[in-house]
C-alpha cells in the first residue's frame, strides 16, 4: 500500500507531463484596446502548433510547403537573402533616422532585433513600434527570388516569449502583438 | 408450459435483447459523435436546435460521392489543411480564440470541453450561440477530403 506521503509525489508526477505539454505550447496574440469611451476591444488567441500544422498542407499557385511566392518586379536583381545576411553581419547601429516637424522615424538594429520606431509629433499622436528578431527575416527568406519561407520564420517566431511584436498607438487605441506559453486568459 | 410456447419466449427475449442492444450501440455512437447545438433569440422568437451529429454522419455516409465533390471542388485543395488543423485544436488546451466586445455587445469564439462555441450576445442578451463538437467536424471535414 502507498503511504500517504508518497500520495502528492504521486500527484505530481501523474501531472508533470501535462505541465511540460501546457508549457511547450506556444500562443500568437493580438489584442485591439479601444479608447475608454467607445469600450471596444478585439482579442484573438491562436496556439502556434494550429498554424505550424496546416501550412505544409496548403497547395495553390501562390503558396506551397509553407512557402509563399509573390511577385516582387519591383526589386528584381536584389537578393534578399545576401541583404539580410549583410544586415546580420553588420554591427548594432541606427540605419535610418528621419526628424521633421511631424514626425520622427527611427530604423535599427539592435541585439539581433530590428527595430521601427514611428512617433508622430503632437499630443495624441501615433506611436508605432515593431521589434522583429532578425532571426525570423531570415528565416523568412529563401534562395529563390521572391519567394517566403512562413514555416521556417514560425518556428522561430515560437521561440520568442512575452515582449511585444508590434505596438501600435493610435487615436487612444492601442495594437499589440506578441508571442508567448499563454493561452489568453491570463 | 408447452414447448411451442417456451420457444415463443426464447424468441420474444431474444428480440428484445437485441434490440436493447441495439439501442444502447446507437445510443454509444450519438453520445461519441456529440450534437450539434444552436440557441437563437430574435424579436421575442426563442429557437434551440440540439442535432445529433450522428445524423450527419448518416447524411453525409449515404450522400453521392460525386454531389459532395462538385460542392467542395473550390476548398477541396484546403480540407487536408483544415482536418490538420482541426486536429491541432482539438489537441491544445481549452482557448479563446477571438473576443470581440463593443459596449454591451460580444462575439466570442472559444474552444471549450471539446467543442468550438461561438456566442453572440447583442446589449447584454444572448443572442446566438452554436456549439460544434470538434472531433465530429473533423471527422465531416476529413469524409468530404477523401
Given at each position: 500500500m502507498i503511504g500517504k506521503k508518497w500520495i502528492p509525489a504521486v500527484l505530481l508526477a501523474l501531472l508533470l507531463p501535462l505541465q511540460l505539454v501546457s508549457a511547450a505550447e506556444r500562443w500568437l496574440h493580438v489584442r485591439v484596446v479601444g479608447d475608454a469611451e467607445d469600450g471596444e476591444s478585439v482579442s484573438v488567441n491562436l496556439p502556434l502548433s494550429v498554424i505550424e500544422s496546416f501550412l505544409p498542407l496548403i497547395h495553390d499557385e501562390h503558396f506551397r510547403d509553407g512557402k509563399i511566392r509573390m511577385d516582387l518586379d519591383d526589386i528584381e536583381g536584389v537578393q534578399l537573402s545576401e541583404l539580410l545576411a549583410a544586415l546580420r553581419d553588420a554591427?548594432?547601429?541606427?540605419?535610418v533616422k528621419v526628424n521633421s516637424p511631424d514626425e520622427s522615424v527611427r530604423v535599427a538594429k539592435e541585439d539581433g532585433f530590428m527595430l521601427v520606431h514611428v512617433d508622430e509629433r503632437g499630443e495624441g499622436g501615433d506611436k508605432v513600434r515593431v521589434r522583429v528578431p532578425l532571426q525570423v527575416v531570415e528565416a523568412l527568406?529563401?534562395?529563390?527570388?521572391?519567394?517566403?519561407?512562413l514555416r521556417k520564420a514560425l518556428e522561430r517566431l515560437?521561440?520568442?516569449?512575452?515582449?511585444?511584436?508590434v505596438r501600435i498607438e493610435s487615436d487612444g487605441e492601442l495594437v499589440r502583438i506578441w508571442i508567448d506559453h499563454s493561452n489568453g486568459d491570463s | 408450459m408447452s414447448r411451442g410456447s417456451r420457444w415463443l419466449l426464447i424468441l420474444l427475449l431474444g428480440g428484445f435483447c437485441l434490440l436493447a442492444v441495439g439501442a444502447v450501440a446507437a445510443a454509444a455512437v450519438v453520445y461519441h459523435a456529440g450534437t450539434v447545438q444552436v440557441d437563437l433569440r430574435e424579436s421575442g422568437t426563442d429557437l434551440h436546435v440540439a442535432l445529433p451529429a450522428a445524423l450527419v454522419d448518416l447524411a453525409l455516409a449515404v450522400a453521392p460521392t460525386a454531389a459532395l465533390r462538385s460542392a467542395t471542388r473550390e476548398a477541396e485543395p484546403y480540407l487536408p489543411a483544415i482536418v490538420a488543423a482541426w486536429e491541432e485544436l482539438e489537441r491544445v488546451?481549452?482557448?479563446?480564440l477571438l473576443e470581440v466586445r463593443s459596449g454591451a455587445d460580444l462575439v466570442l469564439v472559444e474552444k471549450r470541453a471539446g467543442r468550438l462555441v461561438v456566442r453572440v450576445d447583442e446589449d447584454g442578451a444572448s443572442r446566438l450561440r452554436v456549439g460544434l463538437p470538434l472531433h465530429t467536424v473533423r471527422r465531416w471535414v476529413a469524409r468530404l477530403a477523401a
Open positions: 554591427p548594432d547601429a541606427v540605419f527568406v529563401t534562395d529563390e527570388p521572391g519567394e517566403l519561407d515560437a521561440k520568442l516569449d512575452g515582449e511585444d511584436l | 488546451p481549452d482557448f479563446v
